[in-house]
């Protein structure tokens, strides 16, 4: 079964920093492109960062270009999002989707509240 | 990046078919065969039930199809169930800076 499961997200401070993980299964990671799309509390889906298969190709929405890093570890089926000097408006679930422009499957999501 | 436009809500009865637009530019929808859309039911994370514009993923009922014209891309249920009352997203490739854009959603009522 094709599975993603993420984890990582809690509540942080502005200006704080938190690093979210995704494991994934059933399938192999390594030949796929892979993405976090995020959803503010009662809003609509906004795509975040997506990563090529090696890692060499990373695109980001502008609100978070030069405050978050998308990576990988193939040998280990994971994706990462580090998420720096964060801020009220990146409360969010974050999900976990394999795929660079469609997206599937999903993970479950983790939420990340950024609240003093 | 502009999100690509939707129509807030729709309804049916059941047995209807319903159709939801998603409006881009020439950058996005218009340009490429890569419109996807996502069905989402409350606390749920979202679900791929049309790819490359008019492709259902297996499993995906046939009564969900896809389209495109110009810079408009649309999904069509047909035959509306009590189940397929969620919020439905699209989304599409861009040639921008970010590779992918989505659209605003839709809640599909159905009466």
């Known amino acids: 079964e094709v599975q993603l499961v993420e984890s990582g997200g809690g509540l942080v401070q502005p200006g704080g920093s938190l690093r979210l993980s995704c494991a994934a299964s059933g399938f192999t990671f390594s030949s796929y492109w892979m993405s976090w799309v995020r959803q503010a509390p009662g809003k609509g889906l906004e795509w975040v960062a997506n990563i090529k298969q090696d890692g060499s190709e990373k695109y980001y929405v502008d609100s978070v270009k030069g405050r978050f890093t998308i990576s990988r570890d193939n040998a280990k089926n994971s994706l990462y999002l580090q998420m720096n000097s964060l801020r009220a408006e990146d409360t969010a679930v974050y999900y976990c989707a394999r795929g660079p422009f469609w997206f599937d499957p999903w993970g479950q999501g983790t939420l990340v509240t950024v609240s003093s | 990046q502009s999100a690509l436009t939707q129509p807030a809500s729709v309804s049916g009865s059941p047995g209807q078919s319903i159709t939801i637009s998603c409006t881009g530019t020439?950058?996005?929808?218009?340009?490429?065969?890569?419109v996807s859309w996502y069905q989402q039911h409350p606390g749920k994370a979202p679900k791929l039930m049309i790819y490359?514009?008019?492709n259902r993923p297996s499993g995906v009922s046939n009564r969900f199809s896809g389209s495109k014209s110009g810079n408009t891309a649309s999904l069509t249920i047909s035959g509306l169930q009590a189940e397929d009352e969620a919020d439905y997203y699209c989304s599409s490739y861009t040639s921008s800076s970010t590779l992918a854009v989505f659209g605003g959603g839709t809640k599909l009522t159905v009466l």
């Open positions: 490359d514009v008019s």
């Open positions: 020439s950058s996005d929808v218009g340009g490429y065969n890569y």
